[in-house]
């Protein structure tokens, strides 16, 4: 017999018992909740972490202790000891993140193969440990827009020619089941190994898939363009350049300088060292030496450095004051050029407004008028006697500058005045590019009202999405000129993010998965990763 102890118990004894034993299972469904929860805590929390770029063991060294100290204050300690429990050690941050890139990365690859075609965007830097990063954004079509999203950031073993980077790009490529002949265009910076014609890896992207199209990032084309100067500017940037380093590459002399331009109520305090490789660098660097040039004049004097006179040398601020000018309105044109989400079409209509502008600075220059540079106006009055000959250099500077900008935008007005009927389909007449076809559903749309209140309502790429709904070939003819990256905008801010992620400190860090978590802008599912995961007490 079992149980053969409790015969002859009455009833009250087994009522006790059942009470007792539906009692443990509450508890045990209580504790089995509380870490579920502490389980997903852990992975938002690990988010977080990723995103902030910061290392693994903030969450255990400093976010718990804080949050725990915050609820036992706010709250009680049953809620400190609750916040306990969640597993947020430096090993467990650093799974939670892996899982969540991963996921991500799967979200994205089944996306791109749901969808008819994709762009790609990609660059290649060197991290802190020299290692040379290649990095992917992806963009396509996804429900009712166009979005934006970091596909890989993988490491180049060996060296970075145009088919190493290929070889790297199809390994993913065949790995996650991807057809280069949905590719329609690549953007990438002016690189040899990128954009050579016959070992680039444009060129040997072209020999998988012929119809690719290319795009020189726009940016990069605009840095070019303002690059080159006349002798004469060039040698004043130099001095400019010289002047600096002497104040900013010596500690002292960076102190003492600080401190007289305290002592004169300075707006600002130091001089920007130049750098060549940052695009908005000359335009800073110039401005900020103009502003201070008082103070700098008094600074070489004191110092009786050889360079001195040329701050009070009325010709020589002229020039200045206009490079300040001419690289703070390059500066304005890059600053338009970046962001995210951005379509060629945009990016070429703030190319072409410049290039307007240079055209009007021509023709006012060349009737003594500056005023659309106010710092070199201001100066001008003070150099009568060559005010001529700063006017000349002046005008072959735009002059050089305007022929730079037609060189590397040769065809920016004929593709602009050509996908007008994109930008706007219910002002701009049917071009003679676009089959007879499409022409008759772009007569449709430019007749359907509710289309154009759409229009006014949503964004450019949103409403061709939504159009395609209704006419698909036009619609679908639309969205692939709107598809293409204009610059490799993503990868430079993903670089940034990747300077602060792997430092000397974390070396040795595999950089793709806290790159992913960090940078992109997909949720993870956090709720399928909690089902395959068992729950645990915090460690």
């Known amino acids: 017999m079992r149980h053969a102890s409790y015969v002859g118990k009455s009833a009250d004894f087994f009522y006790r018992k059942l009470s007792e034993f539906r009692k443990s299972q509450d508890t045990l469904k209580e504790a089995t909740q509380m870490t579920s929860s502490s389980l997903l805590a852990s992975y938002e929390v690990s988010l977080l972490v990723a995103k902030s770029k910061k290392p693994y063991s903030v969450a255990e060294e400093l976010i718990v202790p804080a949050a725990a100290i915050l609820a036992e204050t706010m709250l009680d300690k049953k809620a400190a000891d609750a916040i306990k429990t969640v597993p947020l050690s430096n090993d467990t941050v650093c799974r939670r ?3 969540m890139s991963a996921d991500i990365l799967a979200k994205v690859v089944e996306k791109l193969k749901r969808s008819d075609c994709f762009a790609l965007q990609l660059d290649e830097s060197t991290d802190v440990s020299g290692k040379s990063q290649l990095v992917a954004f992806v963009r396509f079509k996804d429900t009712d827009n166009i979005t934006e999203h970091i596909l890989f950031c993988k490491p180049m073993l060996a060296r970075t020619t145009g088919e190493d980077v290929f070889n790297v790009v199809d390994s993913f490529f065949t790995e996650h089941s991807l057809d280069w002949q949905r590719c329609s265009h690549i953007c990438t910076d002016g690189a040899a190994s990128m954009m050579g014609r016959t070992r680039g890896f444009l060129a040997r992207v072209k020999q998988v898939n012929p119809g690719i199209k290319t795009v020189h990032c726009i940016i990069h084309r605009e840095a070019l363009a303002s690059k080159r100067m006349c002798p004469k500017l060039h040698e004043v940037l130099n001095d400019a350049v010289k002047i600096i380093n002497f104040i900013k590459s010596r500690p002292l002399n960076a102190r003492l300088f600080e401190k007289l331009c305290d002592g004169a109520n300075s707006e600002h305090q130091q001089l920007l060292l130049h750098t060549d490789i940052r ?22 004097s004191e110092h009786l450095h050889s360079l001195a006179p040329l701050l ?13 000018d001419v690289f703070s309105r390059l500066n304005d044109l890059n600053l338009e050029l970046q962001g995210k989400d951005t379509t060629v079409l945009h990016l070429y209509d703030r190319v072409s407004g410049f290039m307007k502008k240079i055209e009007l600075w021509c023709r006012k220059c060349q009737n003594g008028d500056v005023s659309s540079f106010p710092q070199l106006d201001m100066c001008l009055v003070n150099v009568r006697a060559e005010k001529v000959s700063i006017l ?26 050509a996908l007008d009927w994109i930008r706007n389909p219910f002002v701009a007449t049917c071009t003679q590019t676009v089959p007879v076809t499409l022409q008759e559903r772009l007569i449709d749309v430019s007749s359907d009202r509710g289309l154009k209140i759409m229009f006014s309502e949503t964004s450019l790429t949103q409403f061709w999405c939504n159009v395609e709904k209704e006419y698909p070939d036009v619609g679908k003819h639309a969205l692939y000129e709107l598809l293409p990256f204009g610059s490799t905008y993503l990868c430079e801010v993903t670089f940034s993010a990747m300077a602060h992620i792997k430092t000397k400190q974390r070396n040795r860090l595999s950089l793709e998965r806290n790159l992913i978590a960090a940078v992109a802008t997909l949720h993870p599912r956090m709720h399928k990763l909690i089902c395959d995961k068992q729950v645990q007490i915090s460690h």
Not at 397 to 411: A, N, Q, T, V
């Open 97 to 99: 993140i892996d899982d």
């Open 279 to 300: 695009w908005l660098s000359r335009g800073k660097t110039l401005q900020r030496l103009f502003e201070l040039r008082d103070q700098v004049n008094d600074f070489l």
């Open 392 to 417: 000349q250099t002046v005008q072959a500077h735009l002059d050089k500058l305007s022929s730079e900008f037609r060189s590397y935008f040769p065809d920016i007005e004929v593709h602009n005045s």
């Open 312 to 324: 009070k040398n009325n010709s020589w601020l002229a020039y200045l004051a206009y490079l300040a």
